[in-house]
């Protein structure tokens, strides 16, 4: 099939979706993702077993004060620094140098903000501390080799949903923010899969219920991703090009969403009688995140909330899993959240994400 993601380089093509439909969709994925993260936290580190033990099938009720995790603050990052790279000369065409710069500071906030200590990931923690020992000049340096952790997924789905960027755009910016941190090819593939998969839902030109389709089609397709955003990362990974890097992760990451597929007629038979994990994986490494997510989202496309709840019940990564599926339903049904969810956020993150949404 054509790749609408790679063709061309002008503003993204909106479909028939009016202006108020796309603000719908963006506060969808914002609070989406929010909402996931904060409903699987409290089960983070719980096995399946336990969250039926103490839960039961459809595991804990969303949480009566809503603490967010790394998941949400770093997506908060990225926003921030597009806000930025915006702010000094635009942000299309795509400057990656003062991108990387931007996202760069706005993660050294991050690492020393006092609400870090919510079990953030140890490659974003290392890549981060050599970033700053080193400097941002020696970024690929910091990049934590042959990491493929979950972080570059759960930062992308936003980027979907910022109708500044281009279709082309998203999935560069999905992958300039990806090697910041984490070096594997398939950490970089499927933050940028992630992102372009949201960008399809926003746009409008992708129903939920196709998502895990459309994602193999796109990535059996291997379409292509800017060389430049990955600077050196694909040297020091070992590989004797960039394409040969990027072809790594275009396997892995096919392969994940294959063993996805065979759980989607089963989940949505027995949506509440089996962990999703077992098919796509745990989530703690980037394309099993993509995988288990997107397959919770398309075998509820119909049920956003339930599909939000199934995705915290799970026994691996439960709430980058949820918060990624809750950025990809958001994206693709708008703002369907209960209001009653949002005056449960903590009141800083109530008030980030409020304006984030409007940006």
Same mark, same amino acid.
């Given at each position: 099939m054509e790749n609408p993601c790679t063709s061309g380089t002008g503003s993204w093509a909106a479909g028939d979706r009016s202006p108020s439909d796309h603000a719908d969709r963006r506060a969808g994925a914002v609070y989406g993702l929010a909402f996931g993260d904060a409903w699987g936290f409290g089960v983070e580190f719980a096995s399946y077993q336990r969250i039926l033990n103490v839960y039961g099938k459809r595991g804990p009720d969303f949480p009566r004060l809503a603490a967010v995790t790394? #998941? $949400?603050?770093?997506? &908060?990052? %990225?926003?921030?620094?597009?806000?930025?790279?915006?702010?000094? *000369? *635009?942000?299309?065409?795509?400057?990656?140098?003062?991108?990387?710069?931007?996202?760069?500071?706005?993660?050294?906030?991050?690492?020393?903000?006092?609400?870090?200590?919510?079990?953030?990931?140890?490659?974003?923690? +290392?890549?981060?501390?050599?970033? @700053?020992?080193?400097?941002?000049?020696?970024?690929?340096?910091?990049?934590? $080799?042959?990491?493929?952790?979950?972080?570059?997924?759960?930062? /992308?789905?936003?980027?979907?949903?910022?109708?500044?960027?281009?279709?082309?755009? %998203?999935?560069?910016?999905?992958?300039?923010?990806? %090697?910041? +941190?984490?070096?594997?090819? +398939? /950490? $970089?593939?499927?933050?940028? =899969?992630?992102?372009? &998969? +949201?960008?399809?839902?926003?746009?409008?030109?992708?129903?939920?219920?196709?998502?895990?389709?459309?994602? &193999? !089609?796109? =990535?059996?397709?291997?379409?292509?991703? !800017?060389?430049?955003?990955?600077?050196? =990362?694909? @040297?020091? @990974?070992?590989?004797?090009?960039?394409? #040969?890097?990027?072809?790594?992760?275009?396997?892995?990451?096919a392969g994940a969403l294959d063993r996805a597929r065979a759980g989607l007629a089963p989940l949505r038979a027995q949506p509440w009688e089996f962990d999703p994990c077992q098919y796509g994986g745990d989530g703690w490494i980037a394309e099993e995140a993509l995988a288990t997510s997107l397959l919770i989202a398309t075998a509820f496309?119909?049920?956003? @909330?339930? *599909?939000?709840?199934?995705?915290?019940?799970? *026994?691996?990564?439960s709430d980058s899993l949820a918060a990624v599926a809750g950025g990809m339903l958001g994206a693709g049904r708008g703002m369907v959240w209960p209001e009653l969810w949002v005056d449960r956020l903590e009141p800083r993150y109530r008030e980030e994400l409020a304006s984030i949404r409007e940006a």
């Open positions: 790394d #998941d $949400t603050q770093l997506s &908060i990052a %990225v926003a921030r620094a597009l806000d930025d790279t915006a702010g000094v *000369g *635009g942000l299309t065409p795509l400057r990656p140098a003062e991108l990387r710069r931007r996202l760069l500071a706005r993660f050294l906030d991050w690492l020393h903000d006092p609400d870090n200590n919510r079990a953030p990931g140890n490659a974003c923690l +290392t890549a981060l501390y050599a970033v @700053e020992r080193l400097g941002v000049e020696f970024w690929a340096d910091a990049s934590v $080799t042959n990491s493929k952790g979950c972080g570059t997924v759960m930062r /992308a789905p936003w980027l979907g949903v910022d109708s500044r960027l281009t279709d082309a755009e %998203v999935g560069d910016a999905a992958a300039l923010q990806s %090697v910041l +941190t984490h070096g594997h090819a +398939t /950490a $970089t593939v499927a933050a940028v =899969v992630t992102a372009r &998969i +949201t960008r399809e839902l926003f746009a409008g030109r992708l129903e939920l219920a196709d998502a895990l389709d459309w994602a &193999i !089609d796109h =990535v059996d397709g291997r379409p292509g991703v !800017d060389v430049d955003v990955l600077g050196t =990362v694909w @040297e020091r @990974e070992g590989r004797s090009s960039a394409q #040969d890097y990027l072809d790594v992760g275009w396997t892995e990451v496309a119909d049920d956003p @909330e339930n *599909g939000l709840r199934r995705a915290a019940a799970t *026994g691996g990564d």
